[in-house]
């Protein structure tokens, strides 16, 4: 049992990490689409510690590498139910239907659930669509990474 743990927790950093940079990557995009710096969407994150955090559009240690930290951790957490849905050999159709749905609960919670202070923030810098591709980002991540895994076993 606890071998399975452990096991669930190192595919989660690395399935989360490749979503976090997917999710990351698109909401830069997203915020540069929109006339916004690149990092604007990653310093909106710690909006929950700072509350003038949304307007920063430079980068820095306080806002960027912070909120940089804050979105990759709640990736590897949302890492672990994706993990937990699509389980260690699951076949392709069910790795990207886990992914699909990791990422419409974490939308939900995000948007709708958590306190507005606690919402990744990214809505500040990105437009209605931007903000759906990111969490199609997020899926793609978490996918990608599921397939590759099973690609070389």
Not at 59 to 79: D, E, L, N, Q, R
């Amino acid at each position: 049992m606890k071998q399975h743990f452990d096991d669930r927790i190192v595919r989660a950093l690395y399935s989360g990490s490749a979503a976090g940079l997917a999710m990351a990557s698109a909401a830069s995009t997203g915020a540069l689409r929109a006339g916004h710096a690149p990092y604007a969407p990653l310093n909106a994150v710690t909006h929950c510690l700072w509350p003038d955090a949304s307007s920063q559009e430079t980068p820095s240690i306080k806002y960027t590498a912070i909120g940089a930290t804050i979105h990759m951790g709640s990736a590897v957490f949302w890492g672990v139910l994706f993990e937990s849905l699509c389980g260690r050999r699951s076949r392709p159709a069910g790795i990207v239907s886990a992914a699909a749905a990791t990422a419409l609960i974490a939308y939900v919670v995000d948007y709708h659930v958590v306190p507005k202070r606690f919402t990744p923030g990214f809505e500040a810098h990105v437009s209605t669509r931007s903000l759906a591709m990111t969490y199609v980002a997020l899926a793609a991540g978490f996918a990608i990474a599921a397939l590759a895994r099973r690609a070389v076993r």
